[in-house]
T-cell receptor, first 117, second 112 residues
Framework: GAGVSQSPRYKVTKRGQDVALRCDPI?????LYWYRQALGQGPEFLTY????????KSGLPNDRFSAERPEGSISTLTIQRTEQRDSAMYRC???????????????FGPGTRLTVT | ELKVEQNPLFLSMQEGKNYTIYCNYS?????LYWYRQDPGKSLESLFV?????AVKQEGRLMASLDTKARLSTLHITAAVHDLSATYFC????????????FGSGTKLNVKP
């Protein structure tokens, strides 16, 4: 079946602009996660949702970053007033977490490469 | 905060040889996940280890978990070039299974 999809795959923006990154999880997956991955590093947790509820946003670097999942499916990560240090790969993952017998295994999307110039 | 340390960070090995990648973590957890990432690609799930002593094998790769030592290993047997990739371990936080902490990854290069 279809995996996790993300759009756009690449985004170049000027410093100070707002960007919105989209994630479409695997159908039926309850939980959705956002990560940021710097080159040569492992993914770093940003936030996650169970259905439409944002359960943990402790990894969001500052208040310029926000995320939503209004209908419990597609999610958007928004970065306001982008800065050069925001340049990274942003990855989304989804899982059956919370369903009986789930291993909480997370399935990752292809990512959005964000470059802030 | 849970810290995850992988070693080695880089591994260059000949085809046919065996080697082990280590994943140590700082606080109690019994949920450990291994992922593979090819250059420019996403992360592909390899193994899910959910209890002390868990062992999983797939082809030339075998993963194990020792929760008392807070250690997981990924053993490579008779390496082949196709195994060249970056391998990440991720630990699920004990009180929140949804929150994964990743290691920095081990970049494996298997030379023909």
């Amino acid at each position: 079946g279809a995996g996790v999809s993300q759009s756009p795959r690449y985004k170049v923006t000027k410093r100070g602009q707002d960007v919105a990154l989209r994630c479409d999880p695997i159908s039926g997956h309850v939980s959705l996660y956002w990560y940021r991955q710097a080159l040569g590093q492992g993914p770093e947790f940003l936030t996650y949702f169970n259905y439409e509820a944002q359960q943990d946003k402790s990894g969001l670097p500052n208040d310029r970053f926000s995320a939503e999942r209004p209908e419990g499916s597609i999610s958007t990560l928004t970065i306001q007033r982008t800065e050069q240090r925001d340049s990274a790969m942003y990855r989304c993952a989804s899982s059956l977490a919370g369903r009986a017998g789930s291993s909480y295994e997370q399935y990752f999307g292809p990512g959005t490469r964000l470059t802030v110039t | 905060e849970l810290k995850v340390e992988q070693n080695p960070l880089f591994l260059s090995m000949q085809e046919g040889k065996n080697y082990t990648i280590y994943c140590n973590y700082s606080t109690t957890s019994d949920r450990l996940y291994w992922y593979r990432q090819d250059p420019g690609k996403s992360l592909e799930s390899l193994f899910v280890l959910l209890s002390n002593g868990a062992v999983k094998q797939e082809g030339r790769l075998m993963a194990s978990l020792d929760t008392k030592a807070r250690l997981s290993t990924l053993h490579i047997t008779a390496a082949v070039h196709d195994l060249s990739a970056t391998y990440f371990c991720a630990v699920g936080a004990r009180y929140n299974f949804n929150k994964f902490y990743f290691g920095s990854g081990t970049k494996l290069n298997v030379k023909p």
